[in-house]
């Protein structure tokens, strides 16, 4: 089945550590996004990259980083840097331009 | 002043009453409009795009109102199964490629 896979689903992590979060999409989608979603919030733009080896910053993208190496891989890499890194994060993909998004089911980081 | 505007609510209504959202956008450029539902720990999945003559899949029906730069989601007859966040989200293609999410509106239909 066409779909995206984020991985890990729950990740802990020690204060001071950088991780990685894995999303990958064999939907032939030209366009990645990452977004984090605290309690009771909407989604906030992180990075999004619209064609291979090319991301644009969102709005919260200090303390992240990305690479789009592959048309199906867009990992996002949550620094030490990212002073309250404990949330939600959804990965998603666009076939289009203006085309509706497709989500991962998320990977939960909580930082100890 | 945000780009993407909703009332988090809650809404809280009976089984079978009609809800109304509304959703307020900043860019006058923006060009596509999406409503999601998203389900308590749960990935937000498309319910609907809205489209500038508006639309209608079964009890929900979307509308856009460029003027006054607002989209709108109604349901009627709510069920209890209709109990999740909704989010409205704006695609502004002048603003290279961002998708922008409101903060949710949380409904709660009760029997």
């Known amino acids: 089945d066409g779909g995206i896979t984020q991985s890990p689903k729950y990740l802990f992590r020690k204060e001071g550590q950088n991780v990685t979060l894995s999303c990958e999409q064999n939907?032939?989608?030209?366009?990645m996004y990452w977004y984090r979603q605290d309690p009771g919030q909407g989604l906030r733009l992180i990075y999004y990259?619209?064609?291979?080896?090319?991301?644009q910053k969102g709005d919260i993208a200090e303390g992240y980083s990305v690479s789009r190496e592959k048309k199906e891989s867009f990992p996002l890499t949550v620094t030490s840097a990212q002073k309250n890194p404990t949330a939600f994060y959804l990965c998603?993909?666009?076939?289009?331009?203006?085309?509706?998004?497709?989500f991962g089911e998320g990977s939960r980081l909580t930082v100890l | 002043r945000k780009e993407v505007e909703q009332d988090p609510g809650p809404f809280n209504v009976p089984e079978g009453a009609t809800v109304a959202f509304n959703c307020t956008y900043s860019?006058?450029?923006?060009?596509?409009f999406f409503w999601y539902r998203q389900d308590c720990r749960k990935e937000p999945k498309l319910l609907m795009s809205?489209?500038?003559s508006g639309n209608e899949d079964g009890r929900f029906t979307a509308q856009l109102n460029r003027a006054s730069q607002y989209i709108s989601l109604l349901i009627r007859d709510s069920k209890l199964s209709d109990s999740a966040t909704y989010l409205c989200?704006?695609?502004?293609?002048?603003?290279?490629?961002?998708?922008?999410f409101g903060q949710g509106t949380t409904l709660q239909v009760k029997p």
């Open positions: 939907l032939n989608h030209d366009a």
């Open positions: 989200a704006v695609f502004n293609s002048g603003n290279t490629g961002k998708l922008i």
């Open positions: 998603a993909s666009r076939e289009g331009a203006g085309g509706e998004l497709f």
């Open positions: 809205v489209y500038s």
């Open positions: 990259s619209q064609i291979v080896n090319d991301f």
């Open positions: 860019n006058s450029a923006s060009q596509s």
